[in-house]
């Protein structure tokens, strides 16, 4: 069954100690005034991440993937003769929008397909659009540490002494490394979803083509509200799921909404060692829209957050966990 309705709302990732989202030089991503960030990406991945081991039967598209025999990254033609082996004309747009929809992750996020060998340029609205996030947290402290590994650099380094120079004890030496973390982020990313998005693709598609199932936003809200905390590699350990707020609005409304990242605060200080959230900004933008809202869910890890000033008619569940979605 087709999902309909547009949606709004947003996603926190907590890191403590962890660094949910490095740029190339390996520290948390920060804005020219010093706040702590993270990109849309690193949502992402941990949502297609969560569809690719939870649901393998999913086709997901935008994920990397080796090559059995080398071990490299398959291109963009490899993924796309492995995920679709029995596709003969990959030329033809109908047929290659039709496969392109049959992968979760872009009747999701959309794609951008372009393969010049076969001359195939195809672009994909997505409904979700997922936005940056900024850390709502008011201390933005990094701090980086030096570790060393267990193994011989291969190519020491030389020093000048008096005498000239001379190379250290090659058996000596271990390599030392650097690795940055955030002491307490918060990081909110706003998002939104709209299933008409899909529209043209849908029609160029015709009959081949695949909409945005219910069956898809269950398996979204359990990747939204879990994917983080379930990725848990070492330089990501100590970064969760925090809330997922899911606004729905009525099939027919036309409602437009402003992005959440400045409505929600954190309060200075913990109450209880919980983190606590102040939605009263979203209550006041909500309170005038009551008869253009089917429902609100309000996800949350209550070990270590709780929120105030919820808006009226809020359901609050688990974060973790099935709560009744998945049969």
Same mark, same amino acid.
């Given at each position: 069954?087709?999902?309909?309705?547009?949606?709004?709302?947003?996603?926190i990732?907590?890191?403590?100690?962890?660094?949910?989202?490095?740029?190339?030089?390996?520290?948390?991503?920060?804005?020219?005034?010093?706040?702590?960030y993270?990109t849309d990406?690193?949502?992402?991945?941990?949502?297609?991440?969560?569809?690719t081991?939870?649901?393998?039967?999913?086709?997901?598209?935008?994920?990397?993937?080796?090559?059995p025999?080398?071990?490299?990254p398959?291109?963009?033609?490899?993924?796309?003769?492995?995920?679709?082996?029995?596709?003969?004309?990959?030329?033809?747009?109908?047929?290659v929008?039709?496969?392109?929809?049959?992968?979760i992750?872009?009747?999701?996020?959309g794609?951008?397909? &372009?393969n010049?060998?076969?001359k195939?340029?195809?672009?994909i609205?997505?409904?979700?659009?997922?936005?940056?996030?900024?850390?709502?947290?008011?201390?933005?402290?990094?701090?980086?540490?030096?570790?060393?590994?267990?193994? &011989?650099?291969?190519?020491?380094?030389?020093?000048?002494?008096?005498e000239?120079?001379e190379?250290?004890?090659?058996?000596?030496?271990?390599?030392?490394?650097?690795?940055s973390k955030?002491?307490?982020?918060?990081?909110?990313?706003?998002?939104?979803?709209?299933?008409q998005?899909?529209?043209?693709?849908?029609?160029?598609?015709?009959?081949?083509?695949?909409?945005?199932?219910?069956?898809?936003?269950i398996?979204?809200?359990? &990747?939204?509200?879990?994917?983080?905390?379930?990725?848990?590699?070492a330089s990501? &350990?100590?970064t969760?799921?925090?809330?997922l707020?899911?606004?729905?609005?009525?099939?027919?409304?036309k409602?437009?909404?402003?992005a959440? !990242?400045?409505?929600?605060k954190t309060?200075?200080?913990?109450?209880?060692?919980?983190?606590?959230?102040d939605?009263?900004k979203?209550?006041?933008?909500?309170?005038?829209?009551?008869?253009?809202?089917e429902?609100?869910?309000f996800y949350?890890?209550?070990?270590?957050a709780?929120?105030?000033?919820l808006?009226?008619?809020? !359901?609050?569940?688990?974060?973790?966990?099935?709560n009744?979605e998945?049969?």
């Open positions: 069954m087709n999902f309909d309705n547009r949606v709004f709302g947003c996603a990732v907590k890191a403590i100690n962890s660094n949910y989202n490095a740029d190339f030089s390996g520290q948390p991503r920060t804005l020219p005034n010093g706040i702590v993270a990406k690193a949502f992402k991945y941990t949502v297609r991440y969560y569809f081991k939870m649901y393998p039967n999913e086709k997901v598209f935008y994920f990397q993937t080796p090559k025999d080398t071990g490299n398959r291109s963009l033609d490899d993924k796309y003769n492995f995920l679709f082996k029995d596709t003969k004309d990959e030329k033809d747009k109908k047929i929008n039709g496969n392109l929809l049959k992968c992750d872009i009747r999701l996020f794609a951008t397909y &372009a010049k060998a076969k195939v340029n195809i672009s609205h997505g409904p979700l659009q997922v936005n940056h996030a900024k850390n709502i947290w008011h201390e933005n402290n990094i701090y980086t540490e030096q570790i060393k590994a267990p193994f &011989a650099d291969p190519k020491p380094k030389k020093e000048k002494t008096e000239g120079e190379s250290f004890d090659e058996a000596a030496m271990t390599t030392i490394g650097r690795q955030l002491q307490e982020g918060h990081y909110l990313h706003h998002f939104s979803i709209n299933p998005n899909l529209k043209d693709p849908l029609e160029v598609a015709g009959e081949l083509g695949t909409a945005l199932l219910k069956e898809d936003i398996k979204l809200k359990a &990747a939204m509200r879990q994917g983080a905390t379930f990725y848990d590699s990501k &350990a100590g969760d799921n925090e809330i707020f899911w606004l729905q609005l009525n099939k027919d409304s409602l437009i909404l402003p959440f !990242t400045d409505l929600v309060l200075p200080e913990k109450q209880e060692g919980k983190t606590v959230f939605f009263e979203v209550s006041q933008l909500l309170s005038c829209f009551s008869s253009e809202i429902t609100i869910e949350i890890n209550g070990q270590s709780m929120a105030i000033n808006p009226e008619g809020c !359901t609050s569940l688990p974060l973790f966990g099935n009744g998945e049969a």
